[in-house]
């Protein structure tokens, strides 16, 4: 069996992802947080997918 090497750093990511989410919401309120997330959802689809729905989405934000 082969131990990914980078698991422990793809859990720290997502741990510091949820804090700043929860951070985010708490200072900024739950608004702030949605059109973040989606401007995150959308940058990861463009980049990945070169998604041109994505990318207009993100010009029109």
Request: charged fraction near 45%; glycine fraction near 4%.
């Amino acid at each position: 069996m082969t131990q990914d090497k980078d698991a422990p750093l793809r859990e720290d990511i997502r741990l510091l992802g949820r804090l700043l989410g929860d951070t985010v919401r708490d200072q900024q309120g739950a608004a702030a947080f949605e059109l973040i997330e989606r401007i995150r959802q959308n940058s990861v689809r463009f980049r990945r997918d070169d998604d041109i729905a994505a990318r207009r989405e993100l010009e029109d934000i």
